[in-house]
């Protein structure tokens, strides 16, 4: 099937920004997805992508497409504590399909 | 205040028995979703259903079946439970429009022995 890929972890220092990487093999995408996980949680949508956009801007958060490179990240900006969590990435194009997910740790 | 609920929170169970876990969700949302969370895969789709008495298979649908009898509930069946079937299993549902945002349940934690 179509594999969607992140890094597992990433650790930043509070007040830094993180950027979490995810590279998918769907060319059909329609829309990306960036969700968030906290501990024995479900996972809440955070924002969303069209595929026709570069970019999506929402307050701390900043999602970048590279279409033809098949490449969505997601930054978010004055890293928080409260932001550590794991931030999962997905495609859809008929479903959804989920990155394994990216574990983020902030530093005080 | 809407919401999806799952139950239980937390199972064992032995190898071979039937296990049904429930998903209930309040928002009369016409899509529904089982997954579920392995470390190391992310979330991977078992089953999903557009409406009352539509079923569909996901990516990792073999061992597991669910029914929609109304909008509010999608129970998934384990017929015969399998070690391999140790996971979270996330529930979601969206409202059919743009399907833009899945709402997730907080999870439930099935352990087979």
Same mark, same amino acid.
């Given at each position: ?51 026709? *956009? ?5 307050? !701390? #958060? $900043? /999602? ?31 479903? *959804? ?5 990216? !574990? #983020? $740790? /902030?530093?005080? | ?113």
């Amino acid at each position: 099937g179509e594999d969607v890929e992140q890094s597992l972890f990433l650790s930043v220092r509070e007040g830094d920004s993180s950027v979490i990487n995810c590279t998918y093999t769907d060319s059909s995408s329609t829309y990306l997805y960036w969700y968030k996980q906290e501990p024995g949680a479900g996972l809440q949508l955070l924002t969303y992508i069209f595929s026709n *956009m570069d970019m999506k801007q929402d307050q !701390r #958060l $900043t /999602v970048l497409l590279n279409k033809k490179d098949k490449h969505l990240s997601l930054r978010i900006a004055d890293t928080q504590t409260g932001d550590s969590a794991i931030y999962f990435c997905a495609e859809k194009t008929y479903d *959804m399909r989920f990155g394994a997910g990216t !574990r #983020l $740790t /902030v530093k005080p | 205040d809407a919401e999806i609920t799952q139950s239980p929170r937390h199972k064992i169970t032995e190898t071979g028995r039937q296990v049904t876990l429930a998903c209930h969700q309040t928002w009369n949302h016409n899509n529904m979703f089982w997954y579920r969370q392995d470390l190391g895969h992310g979330l991977r789709l078992i089953h999903y259903s557009y409406g009352v008495q539509d079923t569909n298979k996901g990516e990792v649908s073999d061992g597991y079946s669910v029914s929609r009898s109304n909008t509010e509930d999608l129970p998934l069946t384990l017929e015969s439970a399998a070690s391999s079937q140790t996971s979270v299993y996330f529930c979601a549902s969206s409202s059919g429009q743009g399907d833009h945002e899945q709402y997730f349940g907080p999870g439930t934690r099935l352990t087979v022995t």
